[in-house]
T-cell receptor, first 115, second 108 residues
Framework: DAGVIQSPRHEVTEMGQEVTLRCKPISGHNSLFWYRQTMMRGLELLIYFNNNVPIDDSGMPEDRFSAKMPNASFSTLKIQPSEPRDSAVYFC?????????????FGDGTRLSIL | AQRVTQPEKLLSVFKGAPVELKCNYSYSGSPELFWYVQYSRQRLQLLLRHISRESIKGFTADLNKGETSFHLKKPFAQEEDSAMYYCALEAPGNQFYFGTGTSLTVIP
C-alpha cells in the first residue's frame, strides 16, 4: 500500500487566493483526519471524518476553512480566502475504526506558504 | 524512505514496571524529535520534544545520535499511560515525518 497520499507537497500562493489540499487515505480505512502543524501551536486537529461524515470540526479555525469527503478514497481541505497566518504544514491521516486509539497513518504533509 | 520507525505496534506492561517505547529515525542532519500521545477518546497531543529535555508525566526521551534513536521511557508505568504513542521527526525546511505508532497497554 502506498500509504496516505497528500498533494501538493508544497504550495506557495498569494493571500486572498483559494487553496485546496488533497488527501487519499489508505484503502479500507474509514476514518480520516486533517491536522495543522505550526511552530506556535504544534499539531492541531482541524476535523475528522468517519465513514465520509464529518464527526468533529471544532478545530476548524474559521469559516474560511472547509473540508469535504465526497467518497471513501478522497478528501479536500479548502481555504478561501487564504491569509499569511494560514501558513503551516497540513497533515492528513487515516485509520480503521472510529475510536481514537486506532493507529493513525500520516501522509507526508503539505507545506503551505501564503505570501 | 521510512524516516521514523516504531518497531512495536503493541506493547503491554504491568503497572509499576518500566516501559520503553522504541523509536529509530533515519536522517543524516540534525532533526528535531517529538513524541505525541493519543489517549482514548482524546485528540493527539504533544508529549515531549527532545530540544526541551523535559520530563512530562514521568516520561523522558533521550536523543541518541549514534544509534539514531529517540526511545520514550518511564520507570514506573501507570494505568493512565495506556494510549497510542507516535514518534515524529522534523527535518529542516519544516518537513515532518511520523512513525506508525505504538499502542501501549498498562495491565493493572
Amino acid at each position: 500500500d502506498a500509504g496516505v497520499i497528500q498533494s501538493p507537497r508544497h504550495e506557495v500562493t498569494e493571500m486572498g487566493q483559494e487553496v485546496t489540499l488533497r488527501c487519499k487515505p489508505i484503502s479500507g480505512h474509514n476514518s480520516l483526519f486533517w491536522y495543522r502543524q505550526t511552530m506556535m501551536r504544534g499539531l492541531e486537529l482541524l476535523i475528522y471524518f468517519n465513514n465520509n461524515v464529518p464527526i468533529d470540526d471544532s478545530g476548524m479555525p474559521e469559516d474560511r476553512f472547509s473540508a469535504k469527503m465526497p467518497n471513501a478514497s478522497f478528501s479536500t481541505l479548502k481555504i478561501q480566502p487564504s491569509e499569511p497566518r494560514d501558513s503551516a504544514v497540513y497533515f492528513c491521516a487515516s485509520s480503521f475504526g472510529g475510536t481514537a486509539v486506532q493507529p493513525q497513518h500520516f501522509g507526508d504533509g503539505t507545506r503551505l506558504s501564503i505570501l | 524512505a521510512q524516516r521514523v520507525t516504531q518497531p512495536e505496534k503493541l506493547l503491554s506492561v504491568f503497572k509499576g514496571a518500566p516501559v520503553e517505547l522504541k523509536c529509530n529515525y533515519s536522517y543524516s542532519g540534525s532533526p528535531e524529535l517529538f513524541w505525541y500521545v493519543q489517549y482514548s477518546r482524546q485528540r493527539l497531543q504533544l508529549l515531549l520534544r527532545h530540544i526541551s529535555r523535559e520530563s512530562i508525566k514521568g516520561f523522558t526521551a533521550d536523543l541518541n545520535k549514534g544509534e539514531t534513536s529517540f526511545h520514550l521511557k518511564k520507570p514506573f508505568a501507570q494505568e493512565e499511560d495506556s494510549a497510542m504513542y507516535y514518534c515524529a521527526l522534523e527535518a529542516p525546511g519544516n518537513q515532518f515525518y511520523f512513525g506508525t505508532g505504538t499502542s501501549l497497554t498498562v495491565i493493572p
